[in-house]
């Protein structure tokens, strides 16, 4: 099937080769807002999907994102044909351009559920006017690695290190650099999203990966120049309940990479909120801004 594409369908491609994926609900709100019915954005990602651009993806019923009641809308990546037409249009190649068969339903629905956070972070850095955080995926590649190679050479965000004598593995779901105008300050931002489906021992298990990935200073090897940052894990949960658990375990709340971490609920990724109101909240019951100061401390560790 030709079609004509035209400038909001290359936007909405180009969004699809930045995100890996997205949702119809999240595309209908930022490119049909003011479409009178929902058939107008169904409509023209069938003809997308018809024309080769996208391919398309229904989760099973009683199956959300973000743990909601309710059926989740379709999934949608980008073929190597739409990224073509943005290549053709801007002359870049899209990041993330659907290569294989698609995920099966927990990793899709987890990979949309990661595009959203995202996309929540990039509009509240956008909303304050402050520079566009740079984004590592969790199955971004390392360049010009072979296809068939092993996870720690193939994956730019896998670490594996030996914790008391046990080999551990570090890979989160996305990291990003925060920058501020006018101060050295940054944040580099190692996301997890969760979706209530890891035991507490999982979690725990998971925090011994970033045990040893800061006793490694493993950022160093995602991100160049750095003066003055700080590091976090940052925790995107379903509900307060269960941040509130995850915070509550003893064995998670004395873990020695706990101090690191920070919580928030996922409905609370927010322009108005994400960035400078007490949404986060630390093992140690403290609710936090994500930004506090544009002045770091001495210790990037602190």
């Known amino acids: 099937m030709g079609i004509r594409l035209q400038s909001r369908d290359l936007a909405i491609l180009e969004l699809l080769g930045e995100l890996g ?41 009683n199956t959300r994102s973000d743990g909601k009641a309710g059926k989740q809308s379709s999934v949608h990546r980008l073929t190597p044909l739409g990224a073509e037409a943005v290549q053709a249009k801007t002359g870049n190649l899209p990041k993330r351009v659907a290569r294989s ?4 339903t927990n990793s899709l629905l987890h990979r949309v559920g990661i595009a959203k956070s995202r996309l929540a972070i990039d509009d509240a850095f956008a909303a304050a006017d402050l520079p566009s955080p ?23 965000l896998y670490e594996a290190f030996r914790v008391g004598g046990k080999r551990v593995t570090c890979w989160a779901d996305a990291a990003a650099r925060f920058r501020l105008h006018g101060t050295p300050y940054e944040l580099l931002a190692y996301l997890e999203y969760d ?9 725990e298990e998971k925090l011994w990966g970033y045990y040893g990935f800061f006793e490694a200073s493993a950022w160093h090897r995602h991100w160049e120049n750095l003066d003055r940052y700080l590091v976090r894990i940052l925790f995107a949960c379903l509900s307060q ?12 709340r004395k873990h020695p990479a706990a101090r690191h971490c920070r919580f928030a609920v996922e409905a609370d990724l927010r322009q108005d909120s994400m960035l400078h109101s007490p949404i986060w909240r630390t093992v140690d019951g403290e609710l936090l801004p994500l930004l506090k100061s544009s002045t770091p401390p001495s210790n990037p560790l602190g």
């Open 21 to 61: 994926c997205l949702d119809t609900e999240s595309i209908r709100e930022r490119f049909f807002s003011h479409a009178k019915t929902d058939e107008a954005c169904a409509r023209r990602l069938r003809d997308l999907k018809k024309s080769g651009h996208i391919e398309s993806h229904e989760p099973p019923h």
């Open 101 to 104: 068969d698609a995920p099966n």
């Open 134 to 156: 740079e984004w590592i995926h969790e199955y971004d590649m390392n360049p010009g690695v072979a296809v068939d190679a092993v996870y720690g050479e193939k994956y730019r």
């Open 195 to 203: 979706r209530s489906t890891m035991t507490h021992g999982e979690i």
């Open 241 to 252: 309940q269960r941040v509130d658990s995850l915070c509550d375990d003893e064995a998670i």
